[in-house]
């Protein structure tokens, strides 16, 4: 398959990264010379410096032969202008990514229209995460499947919840709920469980799980389930506005600490229903004024992957509110990830991890189809949602006697709107949606999952 990726900042190079072990033929674009030659040092693909939106340049990069171009540059109209050029000289799919709020309410006219197949949102997305989490505040990481049905939820393992020590079968018994323990976290370790791997205290547990079965296991472990009352939010960027719309959607009061006053009267005119304070969101005295001590929830969003850190460590020791910090840069995830400050979200993965399964998806849309797509475990493994098309060698067997391949679950079935953890005897039918997961990447068809 060959992909051209227009914009080589953070989310392109990410991109990049990911697209590069999948088999395809990478040509990237950018306008700076510097970029082109640090990313084409590490990933194997050719780079062009040149302006994306240049027809000469797209030709040198083979648009009339490419399968699909991701605009992702800073610019939404370069992005949109691109992918226009692009339909108009070749044959591709075009992936723009669009961060106005103002174009978030034109999607479909731009799509119809414009003839663009895809618009990714980063800030929107980092939003819809973020308000995920503040309905369920025990979990660190919530993925979604099957449209809101199923959710894959990490959470860590503490000593009042007297796991410490006991197999997952056994915990499973014990509690009687409908999820699966699908992978655990633990120091350097990551691991596929079978029944008999033992809890510690400390481990990052994933489970996939219906929300209300979810919710009822963290509730006898002795994990709050409700959603929070309140929430302060430090930085009023886009992502700010998306996540206080979202929350005062879902009522939950909202107060937004940002320090450039024409930047808060636009807040205050879009956001009526929110509290929009003008003061700088890293003094401490502030936030104290403003209740951090008491606030359910804080969240992070400054342009300064620090300041966000250093925030959110603030905050964990002058309350017991659900932190959530933002990080753009991703070299040092590892580093921000063992300083437990709650919930991190990186927004740069999410948009590559929704391109990535759209070109899996793209890869083959005949027998089934990556409806969904997350790198999971810090990237050590990915969680699929595939949609059963036609027959395959995977069809009608009990899972009990299918060979599959080795660190791989099958987590989950829905079929006819009817979710439910899959058990040996089950079987997977024509219209089922399946969720995998696995640490082995680039499944691409749901026949994947069995050993060669």
């Known amino acids: 398959m060959q992909i051209i990726i227009v914009g080589c900042g953070k989310v392109g190079r990410t991109l990049a990264e990911q697209l590069q072990e999948e088999e395809t033929d990478l040509t990237l674009i950018d306008i700076s010379q510097d970029k082109i030659n640090a990313v084409s040092d590490d990933i194997d693909a050719m780079g062009i410096v040149g302006n994306g939106a240049s027809i000469n340049t797209l030709m040198e990069a083979g648009i009339e032969t490419a399968d699909i171009l991701i ?15 692009a339909q108009k000289t070749g044959h591709c799919h075009t992936i723009a990514r669009v961060r106005n709020p103002v174009y978030s309410k034109e999607i479909g006219f ?65 509690f009687r709920c409908d999820i699966l323990v699908c992978a655990i976290e633990r120091k350097d370790s990551v691991a596929i469980p079978g029944g008999n791997h033992i809890l510690r205290d400390g481990d990052m547990v994933s489970i996939l799980a219906s929300p209300q079965n979810a919710a009822l296991f ?59 304070i003008n003061g700088d969101g890293t003094d401490r005295s502030l936030l104290l004024e403003e209740g951090l ?44 990830d063992s300083l437990d400050i709650g919930s991190v979200i990186y927004p ?46 995977v069809i009608g067997k009990p899972l009990s006697e299918l060979n599959l391949r080795k660190n791989l679950l099958v987590g989950c079935l829905n079929r006819n709107g009817v979710v439910r953890i899959p058990r040996g005897h089950d079987t997977i039918q024509i219209g089922d949606t399946v969720v995998i997961v696995t640490t082995n990447k680039g499944l691409r068809d749901i026949s994947d999952i069995l050993e060669k």
């Open 348 to 393: 740069k993965y999410i948009t590559a991890d929704y391109i990535l399964q759209y070109v899996r998806a793209t890869q083959n849309s005949i027998g089934s189809n990556v409806e969904t797509l997350y790198h999971i475990l810090d990237n050590e493994a990915e969680a699929l949602e595939f949609v059963i098309r036609e027959n395959s060698p």
């Open 110 to 174: 731009i799509k119809e229209r414009l003839g663009v197949t895809m618009i990714i949102n980063p800030e929107l997305a980092a939003a819809q995460e973020i308000s995920r989490l503040l309905r369920f505040p025990s979990a660190i990481k919530i993925d979604t499947f099957a449209r809101g049905k199923v959710e894959l939820l990490k959470f860590k393992v503490l000593p009042e919840f007297g796991l410490d020590g006991m197999s997952i079968s056994t915990m499973t018994e014990k």
């Open 71 to 85: 605009a992702v540059t800073a610019s939404d109209e370069l992005n949109l202008l691109c992918c226009l050029i």
């Open 218 to 276: 963290f509730k006898k472990i002795g994990l709050k389930t409700h959603q929070v009352k309140n929430t302060i939010i430090v930085g009023g960027g886009t992502i700010s506005y998306y996540l206080a719309m979202a929350l005062l959607s879902m009522k939950i009061n909202v107060k937004i600490i940002e320090k450039d006053k024409d930047r808060c009267e636009v807040l205050s005119d879009l956001l009526p229903n929110a509290t929009v």
């Open 293 to 336: 001590g008491k606030a359910e929830s804080f969240v992070a969003l400054t342009n300064l992957d620090e300041e966000n850190v250093f925030l959110s460590l603030f905050a964990k020791t002058v309350s017991s509110a659900k932190l959530v910090a933002k990080v753009n840069r991703l070299a040092y995830d590892d580093i921000i």
